[in-house]
């Protein structure tokens, strides 16, 4: 094996920096294949029988690289190199532990640029009580840096040099990057800025998370009001699902966190992306796993997860998130069915759905290449690059449906419908417009017809159409709670030729006597009963609210007048504004198509199938 790896040169060899070169897979993948095998045999390399008792290496070591060479079909040299690189580091992981549990001396790890531009690692051992400042002149008396021009990151924080290393949180073992200063003073801020602006965008980002689910609550409160905006849970056709309030606020909550995570994703900004996301599986979570079966949004949610930790190169990650993918297939296939009976059933076509088993197929064989199943991470990359093919799209015949006045997106999903059928998908296309159509059409008169059961039930409690109508409206179609408010703060909802329901309903003796044997004057018994449709509790709370008398701006007032009832009905207007900040914010990111999370371009895949078959390629090669 050795004498075929050095035979072709070419292939599997390191460059001068320490890097692989283009045929295989670069050397932290490489360190990341062999510590997978590494831990699944829960081989310690820092033990015998592949440490001496004097800490070198022994042979086992050079046995055990042979095997993983094979395995891997990388280089022997290379698989050497790691495997003692990670045998060293083990070692020196352990005689730091022990020195500072004997001496108080922390060992700290430095990575720096030489003024070679060759990047650099060693270690220092100090106390953590000396300052930054200190530890700065130490580093740049061993690394021939100039002092001066020197500035130490951890965390991407800049140490503060009047400072300790413990007050900053430096700990044993603690990685500390050297950046060198050079040229100007003005360029030094800038770099300093840099780190700086950093940290701000982490806490942009968390602010913004928190508006985001402030926006979903504030859309997952509001009923099926066409005044206002609300969100709407949907099948795979448009159609509404019906679920339990309480489930579909947090189905809601969990959802749009998903979505702003999924704009993000649109951007390529995986770091954004996956804060939301992560959030967003949270929050499903704590959705029942019943719920959970009836819609694939979790099952897309673990794919995108896993997606954006191989595109922020997470390894580490990676590695763990074969559990994830377990969990989206499991989920897919009681959501679509084992054979997506179910979604076939349901849209007559599955096409448009295989994009999520073309991504999950191919994370599954990232997955398994990184933890060194070379076999079986090809056979699922063969099967994603099939799908890849089928699913491709002509660019040519998206910008002819484009003409045809179709969106892109429309245009792409059509054509994976109809198997690039450019004629079949322009049919496609228009038959889901009327189907979307009928839905719209069918939602909004079940709405009105709903609207106005409502209304006609507090117009037969005796309050007039006008008022009833405001009031429902004001209560977000709840009509216990445009009850109450028409009881409580009726004043906003009639206008000035509307007596109220007072006009409608008799007020008996006894009623006026009840109320006016509590204390009250029987006159103003009487206004109150009127302005509470007859209800004696409301009306003696109101008395009693109010001294023994209503005020004017209660009994009769126009609805733009101001009285302390007015809270009960609205808000001041400067916090509806910045909710209604909140919410436009929130739906700028929710997609109006229903399908939008199945339409990609399948660019980013294609080039992931690329790379990891030429790494798989290349590997093969070194060892022929």
């Not at 320490?18 to 294949?33: A, Y």
């Not at 592949?50 to 079909?73: R, S």
């Not at 040519?396 to 179709?406: E, I, P, T, Y």
């Not at 997609?591 to 798989?616: A, R």
């Amino acid at each position: 094996l050795g004498s075929r790896g050095q035979s072709d040169q070419r292939r599997g060899r390191t460059d001068g920096s320490g890097s692989m070169t283009s045929d295989g897979p670069p050397e932290n993948v490489v360190q990341d294949q062999v510590r997978s095998l590494l831990e699944n045999e829960m081989i310690r390399l820092w033990e015998p029988p592949y440490t001496t008792e004097n800490k070198d290496a022994t042979p086992e070591l050079k046995i055990l690289a042979e095997k993983y060479a094979l395995q891997l079909c990388i280089d022997l040299r290379n698989v050497e190199s790691v495997l003692e690189s990670l045998r060293c580091t083990s070692l020196q992981g352990l005689s730091a532990k022990k020195t500072f549990e004997d001496t108080g001396l922390a060992t700290i790890r430095i990575n720096y640029t030489s003024n070679g531009k060759r990047k650099e690692k060693t270690r220092l051992t100090t106390k953590l009580n000396i300052s930054a400042g200190d530890l700065r002149a130490e580093i740049a008396q061993l690394t021939g840096m100039n002092e001066g021009h020197v500035k130490l990151i951890m965390n991407s924080k800049v140490l503060k040099t009047d400072r300790s290393l413990a007050e900053q949180n430096v700990k044993n073992n603690s990685l500390i990057m050297v950046m060198q200063i050079t040229v100007t003073e003005e360029e030094a801020k800038e770099q300093e800025m840099v780190f700086q602006e950093e940290m701000k965008e982490q806490d942009e980002r968390k602010a913004k998370i928190s508006r985001t689910r402030k926006g979903a609550e504030i859309l997952a409160q509001h009923g099926e009001n066409s005044n206002v905006p609300y969100l709407e849970i949907a099948d795979q056709k448009g159609r509404p699902i019906p679920i339990p309030a309480e489930e579909k606020k947090a189905l809601l909550l969990a959802m749009t966190l998903h979505e702003k995570g999924r704009a993000f994703m649109k951007k390529r900004d995986y770091a954004s992306a996956l804060l939301y996301l992560l959030d967003a599986d949270e929050e499903f979570g704590k959705c029942g796993s019943e719920l959970l079966n009836t819609v694939d949004n979790h099952a897309v949610l673990q794919l995108e997860v896993v997606w954006c930790f191989l595109q922020l190169e997470q390894l580490d990650c990676l590695r763990d998130a074969e559990e994830r993918l377990r969990r989206a297939q499991t989920r897919l296939n009681n959501c679509y069915g084992e054979n997506l009976e179910r979604l076939y059933n349901l849209k007559g076509s599955t096409a448009n759905e295989q994009v999520l088993y073309l991504r999950l197929k191919l994370l599954q064989g990232v997955v398994l290449y990184h933890k060194g199943k070379l076999q079986q991470a090809r056979k699922h990359l063969n099967e994603a690059e099939i799908l890849l093919g089928k699913l491709c799209v002509d660019d040519k015949k998206v910008v002819q449906l484009m003409s045809l006045g179709f969106t892109a997106q429309e245009a792409r999903l059509g054509l994976r419908a109809c198997d690039d059928d450019i004629n079949f998908a322009a049919s496609h296309i228009y038959q889901r417009r009327e189907e979307k159509a009928e839905i719209r059409r069918k939602e909004r008169a079940e709405r009105k017809r709903k609207k106005q059961e409502a209304i006609n039930s507090l117009v037969a409690m005796g309050y007039p159409e006008k008022a009833a109508a405001k009031a429902y409206r004001s209560a977000n179609n709840n009509l216990e709670r445009a009850i109450e408010i028409l009881q409580y703060s009726p004043e906003h909802f009639y206008q000035d030729d509307e007596a109220g329901p007072s006009t409608r309903i008799e007020i008996s003796e006894e009623s006026i006597n009840q109320v006016a044997f509590l204390g009250f004057d029987p006159s103003a018994a009487e206004v109150a009963l009127r302005r509470f449709n007859g209800n004696i509790e409301r009306a003696v709370q109101a008395l009693m609210d109010h001294s023994g008398y209503l005020p004017s701006s209660l009994i009769n007032s126009p609805p733009s007048s101001s009285s302390p009832e007015d809270m009960e009905v609205e808000d001041s207007s400067e916090e509806k504004r910045k909710e209604r900040e909140i919410v436009e914010e929130v739906l700028a990111d929710i997609p109006e198509h229903e399908e939008d999370y199945l339409d990609m371009t399948l660019e980013e895949e294609k080039e992931v199938v690329i790379k990891y078959k030429t790494w798989l390629q290349g590997s093969q090669q070194s060892t022929s």
